[in-house]
């Protein structure tokens, strides 16, 4: 019971900034979808599909070296690690400033090549800020990584609002004052989110000065060798994982067959597409709040809680409260939507959600367990299973596409993620045994899977209250989880010890 006091603590630290970080991000798809139509956005959705890729080229999967060896000697290594990434992300950006203009072309996008530039600036601050961020996380200055990442999210958010609320509405509608009218340029567009990114992510050198001024150039070849041999595997298996997160964006548009959804293009498509995506936002940032504070804790410390029992019992928790975000987020998207997709075309595409928010519950489950091949320095191992996820992600496009338009894109994922955790599953239990309750964790899942059904079926048909019977679900799931896990002793709840 103390580790999950301990964990969701840090957890509930770290998910305040990422949750009120992304709740405020989250409101771009509002600004977004206010200010543009589907094809318009296109051009974002792809790069930031292309820019997610390239971020992990950038790092290169120093970030979890530096946890695996940090232990040994914290200074020694951020400063070796860090240096190494200021060289490579220097020459990384040098390469794409070169190339820029013919780059963008290519893709479709002549004479945009500044929205290149402004990319790869945005790539080299990402990296070279992620292993001061890690450091933070290492030694627990919570409270710095929070300021760090909301006043970076802020001003993002703030500068979009800008460009896109006022100033794009004052240049087309002609009010107010002619100096604030021409400081909008419709010939960037879309590309002020990219601007606005960039000046987001600057901000963060001002928090970080600290870990910056602490630092010192390090280099060793021998070191590296070692550091190298233990990250590429992680590498290439974070990339794979990122295509299989982003590769449905960027087939989509190739294998849709034109005149697939009536009076759409296939740029609308990957617009509706993209955007509703953007609504499994609420499960991603539970996965990203928790891998905040389980990474260090199953990784890097060294402690009386890093047990494989207590890493079993935190996965089942896991499983149960990323279940109640699933099923609440599916049985409220006749409100969410219309709340946050501000145009109804985007709301085509809003079926794909559930099923996308399953996918990233299994993608979770996964990241929790996949501590078994980074403890064992069995990277290898995650690489293999991460390759053939994406195997059966680019496989289901291409052969779906064509027949099921962006559904098959939801699918292929999910299957992929469930694919990719029961392989891990196996693996953890012949390498690392860990006492996982899969048994348990299915049945939430297909318990979840009836409360979704359930809700839609009695607004349907009872037509009384819809937001009372679309949380029939939702309520449902919640007494099942009070009844399965706890037990009712004089009142109070006290946990049932598994």
Known sequence: MSI????????????????????????????HTQAFLPAELGINV????????????????????????????????????????????????????????????????SEKGIFLKWLALILAIDAITAIPFAKLRLENKIKTFVKAKIASIVLNVGLNLIFLMLLKPMHEQGFGPPFLQNLYHPEIGAGYIFL????????????LKAAFKAYRWTWDWVEMKSLWIYAYPIMFMSLAAMFNLMFDRLLLEEFLPSGFYPGRSSQDALGIYGNCYKLSV???????????????????????????????????????VCSVLWVGVSVNLFWIKELFLRKAIYWEGISIVPVLLLANLFLGVYY?????????????????????????????????????????????????????????????????????RMGAGFVYILVGIGCIWVGPYLAKSLQWNAFLMENVGLMFLLAYIAMKEFSWKKGRPQMIEK
């Open 46 to 109: 792809k790069l930031y599909g292309y820019m997610a890729i390239a971020n992990i080229l950038y790092t290169y999967g120093m970030e979890t070296a530096y946890f695996r060896y940090a232990k040994e000697a914290p200074e020694k290594y951020y400063n070796l690690i860090l240096s190494a990434i200021i060289a490579t992300s220097g020459f990384f950006t040098l390469i794409l400033f070169a190339f820029s203009d013919p780059i963008m072309a290519f893709l479709g996008y």
């Open 4 to 31: 999950l006091k301990k964990l969701a603590g840090e957890t509930l630290s770290y998910g305040f900034s990422t949750i009120l970080g992304r709740s405020l991000n989250f409101l771009l798809v509002f600004v």
């Open 368 to 436: 929790t367990q996949s501590v078994w091949f980074k403890k064992t320095n069995k990277t290898y191992m995650g690489s293999f299973i991460t390759l053939i996820g994406l195997a059966l992600t680019i496989t289901g496009n291409i052969l779906f596409i064509p027949i099921y338009g962006y559904m098959a894109c939801a699918w292929s994922f999910l299957f992929s993620s469930f694919v990719m955790m029961i392989l891990c599953y196996l693996g953890g239990q012949k390498y690392d045994p860990t006492p996982y």
């Open 282 to 320: 609420f499960m991603s940032l539970a996965i990203q709040a928790f891998k905040y504070a389980a990474e260090p804790l199953f990784l890097g410390r060294t402690s009386a809680d890093n047990t494989r029992k207590n890493l079993a019992l935190v996965t089942h928790w896991f499983v149960i």
């Open 196 to 207: 606005a990114n960039l000046v987001g992510n600057a901000c963060l050198f001002y928090w």
